[in-house]
C-alpha cells in the first residue's frame, strides 16, 4: 500500500484575496513551517477543479475581500472546503478568510457603500464575525492599520509544547470580532485570543478562534498575526499621522507573534520548525565543465549570440527574460571579499545583530535580484567556495558511469557542463525561463543546487527542497521528427526509469542496492518503502520525488527542461535513500555520485528511445518499475466506472484501464487516460479528469 503525507500547505491566490495578504501569509508560513511543508498558492480554478485534498496539509485563506470569496467559491468550491476540513483536513482563515469562515458576516451593518452582510457557507465558526472590530478601514489603504493588543489563552495552546506569549500586538486592518464565542464552546468553539481594548461593535471581544470540525479543525482569525513588521512599508500612509509608531511596536513583538503563530500552526496539528527559517540569501552560481575549455568555448558562443552585454558599471551582464546574471571573472579578485546578494545575520553585523537578522528577512523578490554567475575555465571550483558540493566527486563518478559498457553508444554529454549554487530560487526557472540563455545551451547542460526557496511542481504540487535532497534540471532537445515513432510524452517516464535504474546501480560492485524498495507512480512522481515501519506491520510508500518537464518548440525542436527532485539524506518532509539503505545496512548515498548515475542513466536510455521508441523493452521495464499493475481504480468523470490498471500504451503513454462489471469482471470496455488531463489519485484509487 502506498501513504502520501500530505506535505502541502495552499494559499488562496483567486479573486478576493490581495497580493499583499497572499505574500505576507506564503512568506510566513514558509519561515515556520519549512522544510516539512510546501507553502505554495492555489488558484479558484484549481481549487475547483484540481484533486488537491489528497495531498493538502492546511487550506489558507488570507485576507482580502470575502464578498470576492463567495462569487467564485459558492457552492462547488465551498463544499469541497467543507468535504476537507469535514475528512480530517485543516482551515486557517485570516481576517477575511475568518470572517468567510463563519455562518453569518455582519460588516459596518448600515453604512452605505461599506455594508456586508449575509450568511455563508462554510460555517466552521457556528455563529457570527461581526466588524469592524476597530474603526477606521479604508480599502486598499493603511489608514485604518493599527497594532492591536491580543490576550492570549496560553491553556488552550500550550498542549504542543512550544512557548506561547501570554500577550503580543498584531496588525490589525478591517477584521471582526467572533460574536458570543465564550457561550458556543459547547458546539466544539474555543476562544485562543481575545483583543485588549474596547472593540467598536457589539458581540464579545473573540479575536481568535478554533472550532472542530468532524474530524479536522478551522482556526479563524480577526486581525493579522502573520504580517511581521518588518515586511510593512515604513513609509507614511495617507490619512495615518501614527503609521511609524504601529511600525514600531509590531517590531518590539515579532518574537511574541512567531511564537503565537507557531502555537496556532501546532493547534492546527502541523510540524513547525521551532528554529524559524529565515529568508536565505542566493549565493553564487558556478558554472563548470568535465572539459578543459568547455566553458571559454560557452561563453564565446554566449558571445557571438549576443546574449552577453556590458551593465552599466561596466561588468558583463547576461540580461534573460527572468533573471539578469552578472558574470564574475574567477580568480580576478578574492571572492571572499564579495558580499551577498542579501544581509543575513552572519554576513551583516553592524550595530543590533538582532535588528540586521529581521532586516534579512523581510518579503524579498529574489526574481529582481541579479544572480552573480562565475565562470570557471581553467579548474573545477574548489570544495572552499562550494562546500556543500564536490565538483571533483561529480566528475570523477559521471566518467566512472559513462566508461561502464551499457553505456557505449551514448556520446556523454549530459553532465558535461554544470551550473550549481548553493541557494538559488529555482533550477527550473533559472533554464526555463530565460529563453536567450536556454536556446544558447547544449543538449545535457545541467544546473543543481544545495537548497531552492522557490521549487516548482505539477499542477498544485510543489517539492519541498531542503539541503540534503538531489535537486537538479537538465537541458535535453528532442526533433519534432521523431514525433510518430518516439513521441516527447514518454520522456517523462524515461526519467522516471532513470532514477531506478541509478539508485539500483549505485555502487555496481554492490548489488545491495539493487534492493531498495523504490517505484514508480504514474505519471511522474518517485515512491519508496517507508523505512519507519516496524518489520511485520502493513507496508507504506511514500513520495520521495517528482519529475517536471516543461516544453517549447522552436526550429525543429522540442526544448525540454527536464526537472527532478529526490531525497537522498533529507529525512522531512517524508523520508530519504539514506535511511533506506540504512534499514538495508548500506552506506548512504551521496548527491554527486547519484546526480551522476542519473544523467548518466537518462543520456543512455534517451538514446536508446531515439532508436527504437516505446519498445516492449522500456514497457517492461517500466511495469517492473511501477506501482499500478493490476490495481483497482475508480473512473471518477465516467461516472463512477471500476476499472484495473493494465499498462500505457506504446503508442502516445496513455494509461490503459480494463472495466469491471459484477464481482469484478472484466467487461471488454476499454479506457484510456491522458496524464495531462487525469490524476491518479493512488491512496483512494481514483482516476480524476482534469478540467
Known amino acids: 500500500m502506498a501513504t502520501n503525507r500530505k506535505i502541502n500547505v495552499l494559499v488562496y491566490a483567486g479573486p478576493g484575496s490581495t497580493t499583499d495578504s497572499v505574500r505576507h501569509a506564503t512568506w510566513s508560513l514558509r519561515r515556520?513551517?519549512?522544510?516539512?511543508?510546501?507553502?505554495?498558492?492555489?488558484?479558484?480554478?484549481?481549487?475547483?477543479?484540481?484533486?488537491?485534498?489528497?495531498?493538502?496539509?492546511?487550506?489558507?485563506?488570507?485576507?482580502?475581500?470575502?464578498?470576492?470569496?463567495c462569487r467564485t467559491l459558492n457552492g462547488e468550491g465551498n463544499r469541497r472546503i467543507k468535504q476537507y476540513v469535514r475528512m480530517g483536513g485543516k482551515y486557517l482563515g485570516l481576517c477575511a478568510g475568518g470572517y468567510y469562515?463563519?455562518?453569518?458576516?455582519?460588516?459596518?451593518?448600515?453604512?452605505?457603500?461599506?455594508?456586508?452582510?449575509?450568511?455563508?457557507?462554510?460555517?466552521?465558526?457556528?455563529?457570527?464575525?461581526?466588524?469592524?472590530?476597530?474603526?477606521?478601514?479604508?480599502?486598499?489603504?493603511?489608514?485604518?492599520?493599527?497594532?492591536?493588543?491580543?490576550?492570549?489563552?496560553?491553556?488552550?495552546?500550550?498542549?504542543?509544547?512550544?512557548?506561547?506569549?501570554?500577550?503580543?500586538?498584531?496588525?490589525?486592518?478591517?477584521?471582526?470580532?467572533?460574536?458570543?464565542?465564550?457561550?458556543?464552546?459547547?458546539?466544539?468553539?474555543?476562544?485562543?485570543?481575545?483583543?485588549?481594548?474596547?472593540?467598536?461593535c457589539e458581540g464579545g471581544d473573540a479575536a481568535v478562534v478554533y472550532c472542530k470540525v468532524g474530524e479536522g479543525g478551522a482556526l479563524l482569525t480577526g486581525p493579522h498575526p502573520e504580517f511581521s513588521g518588518y515586511n510593512l512599508n515604513t513609509l507614511e500612509p495617507s490619512g495615518h499621522e501614527d503609521y511609524p509608531a504601529v511600525v514600531a511596536a509590531l517590531k518590539e513583538?515579532?518574537?511574541?507573534?512567531?511564537?503565537?503563530?507557531?502555537?496556532?500552526?501546532?493547534?492546527?496539528?502541523?510540524?513547525?520548525?521551532?528554529?524559524?527559517?529565515g529568508t536565505p540569501s542566493l549565493s553564487r552560481l558556478h558554472?563548470?565543465?568535465?572539459?578543459?575549455?568547455?566553458?571559454?568555448?560557452?561563453?564565446?558562443?554566449?558571445?557571438?549570440?549576443?546574449?552577453?552585454?556590458?551593465?552599466?558599471?561596466?561588468?558583463?551582464?547576461?540580461?534573460?527574460?527572468?533573471?539578469?546574471?552578472?558574470?564574475?571573472?574567477?580568480?580576478?579578485?578574492?571572492m571572499e571579499n564579495v558580499?551577498?546578494?542579501?544581509?543575513?545575520?552572519?554576513?551583516?553585523?553592524?550595530?543590533?545583530q538582532q535588528t540586521s537578522?529581521?532586516?534579512?528577512?523581510?518579503?524579498?523578490?529574489?526574481?529582481?535580484?541579479?544572480?552573480?554567475?562565475?565562470?570557471?575555465?581553467?579548474?573545477?571550483?574548489?570544495?572552499?567556495?562550494?562546500?556543500?558540493?564536490?565538483?571533483?566527486?561529480?566528475?570523477?563518478?559521471?566518467?566512472?558511469?559513462?566508461?561502464?559498457?551499457?553505456?557505449?553508444?551514448?556520446?556523454?554529454?549530459?553532465?558535461?557542463?554544470?551550473?550549481?549554487?548553493?541557494v538559488v530560487t529555482s533550477t527550473s526557472t533559472l533554464l526555463e525561463k530565460n529563453l536567450s540563455l536556454l536556446n544558447n545551451l547544449p543538449t545535457g547542460f545541467t544546473a543543481t543546487a544545495t537548497t531552492q526557496i522557490a521549487a516548482r511542481g505539477r499542477g498544485t504540487n510543489a517539492w519541498v527542497s531542503p539541503p540534503g535532497q538531489l535537486m537538479f534540471s537538465t537541458v535535453l532537445r528532442h526533433s519534432l521528427a521523431l514525433s510518430n515513432s518516439a513521441p516527447v510524452i514518454f520522456i517523462q517516464y524515461l526519467a522516471g526509469l532513470a532514477i531506478v535504474s541509478a539508485i539500483q546501480a549505485y555502487e555496481p560492485s554492490n548489488g545491495s542496492y539493487k534492493k531498495l524498495p523504490v517505484k514508480l507512480k504514474?505519471?511522474?512522481?518517485?515512491?519508496?518503502?517507508?523505512?519507519?515501519?516496524?518489520?511485520?506491520?502493513?507496508e507504506k510508500y511514500i513520495k520521495i520525488g517528482g519529475i517536471l518537464v516543461n516544453s517549447s518548440y522552436s526550429g525543429g525542436d522540442y526544448t525540454l527542461v527536464l526537472g527532478i527532485g529526490l531525497n537522498v539524506a533529507n529525512a522531512a518532509p517524508t523520508t530519504s535513500l539514506s535511511l533506506l539503505a540504512k534499514?538495508?545496512?548500506?552506506?548512504?548515498?551521496?548527491?554527486?555520485?547519484?546526480?551522476?548515475?542519473?544523467?548518466?542513466?537518462?543520456?543512455?536510455?534517451?538514446?536508446?528511445?531515439?532508436?527504437?521508441?516505446?519498445?516492449?523493452?522500456?514497457?517492461?521495464?517500466?511495469?517492473?518499475?511501477?506501482l499500478h499493475s493490476e490495481q483497482i481504480v475508480t473512473l471518477e468523470n465516467e461516472g463512477g466506472v471500476r476499472a484495473r490498471i493494465k499498462g500505457i500504451t506504446r503508442d502516445w503513454g496513455l494509461l490503459v484501464a480494463e472495466e469491471l462489471g459484477w464481482e469484478d469482471r472484466e467487461m471488454g470496455k476499454r479506457w484510456v487516460l491522458q496524464s495531462d488531463s487525469n490524476s491518479f489519485d493512488f491512496l483512494k484509487g481514483l482516476v480524476r479528469r482534469k478540467i
Open 583 to 626: 534499514k538495508l545496512g548500506l552506506p548512504p548515498l551521496t548527491v554527486e555520485k547519484l546526480l551522476a548515475g542519473v544523467l548518466t542513466q537518462i543520456e543512455s536510455l534517451y538514446t536508446r528511445f531515439c532508436r527504437t521508441g516505446w519498445d516492449t523493452v522500456f514497457e517492461d521495464m517500466y511495469l517492473r518499475s511501477w
Open 32 to 69: 515556520l513551517l519549512g522544510p516539512h511543508y510546501a507553502v505554495l498558492t492555489i488558484t479558484a480554478d484549481q481549487l475547483l477543479k484540481e484533486p488537491w485534498t489528497t495531498s493538502c496539509a492546511l487550506l489558507v485563506m488570507p485576507g482580502g475581500a470575502d464578498m470576492g470569496y
Open 101 to 200: 469562515g463563519c455562518g453569518r458576516c455582519e460588516w459596518e451593518v448600515g453604512k452605505k457603500g461599506m455594508e456586508v452582510v449575509g450568511e455563508r457557507e462554510l460555517g466552521f465558526f457556528p455563529g457570527i464575525c461581526r466588524g469592524l472590530a476597530f474603526e477606521g478601514f479604508v480599502y486598499h489603504s493603511e489608514a485604518g492599520a493599527r497594532a492591536v493588543g491580543l490576550d492570549v489563552r496560553k491553556e488552550s495552546l500550550a498542549a504542543g509544547g512550544g512557548a506561547v506569549p501570554g500577550s503580543f500586538r498584531t496588525y490589525y486592518n478591517g477584521g471582526g470580532v467572533f460574536v458570543d464565542a465564550e457561550k458556543l464552546s459547547e458546539r466544539n468553539v474555543e476562544v485562543l485570543a481575545r483583543y485588549v481594548d474596547p472593540v467598536a
Open 253 to 277: 513583538d515579532e518574537k511574541q507573534r512567531v511564537d503565537f503563530m507557531k502555537a496556532c500552526l501546532i493547534k492546527l496539528g502541523l510540524e513547525v520548525n521551532q528554529e524559524t527559517e
Open 357 to 422: 537578522k529581521q532586516q534579512g528577512d523581510m518579503l524579498i523578490d529574489y526574481n529582481a535580484l541579479p544572480k552573480h554567475l562565475v565562470p570557471h575555465e581553467t579548474a573545477l571550483p574548489d570544495t572552499k567556495e562550494t562546500p556543500y558540493f564536490n565538483h571533483h566527486a561529480f566528475y570523477a563518478n559521471l566518467k566512472d558511469y559513462n566508461a561502464q559498457p551499457e553505456h557505449r553508444e551514448s556520446e556523454h554529454t549530459f553532465g558535461t557542463n554544470l551550473l550549481y549554487g548553493e
Open 287 to 334: 558554472i563548470s565543465s568535465a572539459r578543459y575549455g568547455g566553458i571559454s568555448e560557452l561563453l564565446q558562443g554566449w558571445q557571438q549570440a549576443g546574449i552577453i552585454s556590458k551593465g552599466e558599471d561596466g561588468r558583463e551582464i547576461i540580461k534573460g527574460e527572468n533573471d539578469t546574471f552578472i558574470l564574475e571573472q574567477h580568480g580576478r579578485f578574492a
Open 339 to 352: 558580499k551577498d546578494a542579501l544581509p543575513t545575520a552572519e554576513t551583516d553585523k553592524s550595530e543590533d
Open 522 to 538: 504514474w505519471p511522474n512522481d518517485i515512491y519508496a518503502l517507508d523505512p519507519t515501519i516496524p518489520d511485520g506491520e502493513k
